[in-house]
């Protein structure tokens, strides 16, 4: 079975700071990964999408997230935050052959000015 | 292109009740899956619908059911609501190749007196 696990509940940070938000996956088989966003009473956003091939992911906003096969992880990061960015954060995995997202717990991006 | 559109936004109603609660996918998009977000068990897996059909469920009682019309709508029932059913229902669209990711609507809150 597939499971995810993000490692930080909370993730407190100034302003212009980097940030590095963890994610590690269990999966017997290849699968698909995304990082998702939700800001208060709305619906999930996609960032980005690891499918195959570099594994260094570019998405929106300035994020980007790695995918490290031996070490099962997808980390995101984002090299200077903006107040904008405090949202709920989750990474997923799907199987490729299902539209079924995994998620995990999620963490919580609070910045600070 | 419109996004994904849930309807009502919010719902309330009391124990033993039923509900059905709307999505309208994006244009073109065949697949439409259906989550629970509560604060204690985060985001879960409902099922999902692919051409009409259900092609993937979840772990959830039978009160939870959902079914999709041929324009790609889909529409998912609770009967005899208990408390815990309290959550943020989200549905997401895609066109059902797996390798697409998901877009997600703003979900539709339900409250349980």
């Known amino acids: 079975a597939q499971s995810v696990t993000q490692l930080d509940s909370q993730v407190p940070v100034f302003e212009e700071a980097p940030v590095e938000l963890r994610c590690n996956y269990s999966s017997s088989v290849s699968v698909y990964l995304f990082w998702y966003v939700q800001y208060p009473n709305q619906g999930l956003q996609l960032l980005l999408k690891y499918l195959s091939g570099s594994t260094l992911v570019k998405g929106i906003n300035g994020f980007e997230a790695e995918f490290n096969k031996s070490q099962t992880s997808f980390h995101l990061r984002k090299p200077s935050v903006h107040i904008s960015d405090t949202a709920e954060y989750f990474c997923?995995?799907?199987?490729?052959?299902?539209?079924?997202?995994?998620f995990g717990t999620g963490t919580r991006l609070q910045v600070f000015p | 292109k419109a996004g994904v559109t849930q309807t009502p936004r919010y719902l309330i109603k009391t124990r033993g009740q039923q509900v059905t609660l709307s999505c309208s996918p994006i244009s073109g998009h065949r697949s439409v899956s259906w989550y629970q977000q509560t604060p204690g068990q985060g985001l879960q897996f409902l099922f999902e619908?692919?051409?009409?059909?259900?092609?993937n469920k979840g772990n959830f009682p039978g009160r939870f059911s959902g079914r999709q019309f041929s324009n790609s709508r889909s529409e998912m029932n609770v009967s005899t609501l208990e408390l815990g059913d309290s959550a943020l229902y989200l549905c997401?669209?895609?066109?059902?190749?797996?390798?697409?990711?998901?877009?997600f609507g703003d979900g539709t809150r339900l409250s349980i007196l």
């Open positions: 619908y692919f051409s009409e059909t259900q092609r």
């Open positions: 997923a995995v799907s199987d490729p052959d299902a539209d079924k997202l995994i």
């Open positions: 997401a669209s895609s066109p059902g190749q797996g390798s697409q990711p998901q877009h």
